[in-house]
């Protein structure tokens, strides 16, 4: 019962930044975690970032921790994921997704309930 809306990706260079957003259908955007995965071709898909339900809880992958930054902003149903110093290896397809029952964040896909289609993101050397 929770639609999820990726938007934002491109082709950039090395170095450039962009910012992602996922727009959440409904009425209780408030009351869910939010999480950021990717995958490029031939990998699984990999936890980049997550954020509680007040925002006041966010966890980073290793490879994007002090580059990436989660936020929401509730009154607006969205979450962003604002993504500079990009690299080549962080092309892949990134997906948001939404849980309503984790409590802070969670790095494990399989504890989200609802995903969206997914954005581009291509980054050339």
């Known amino acids: 019962q929770v639609q999820l809306d990726e938007s934002g990706g491109g082709l950039v260079q090395a170095g450039a930044s962009l910012r992602l957003s996922c727009a959440a259908s409904?009425?209780?955007?408030?009351?869910?975690?939010m999480g950021w995965f990717r995958q490029a071709p031939g990998k699984e898909r990999e936890f980049v970032a997550a954020?509680?339900?007040?925002?006041?809880?966010?966890y980073y992958a290793g490879s994007v921790k002090g580059r990436f930054t989660i936020s929401r902003d509730n009154a607006k149903n969205t979450v962003y994921l604002q993504m500079n110093s990009l690299k080549p290896e962080d092309t892949a397809v990134y997906y948001c997704?939404?849980?309503?029952?984790?409590?802070?964040?969670?790095?494990?896909?399989?504890?989200?309930?609802?995903w969206g289609q997914g954005t581009q993101v291509t980054v050339s050397s």
């Open positions: 409904g009425r209780a955007f408030s009351f869910y975690a």
């Open positions: 954020i509680g339900r007040n925002g006041g809880s966010t």
């Open positions: 997704a939404a849980s309503g029952s984790i409590l802070n964040y969670s790095t494990s896909a399989g504890r989200y309930d609802y």
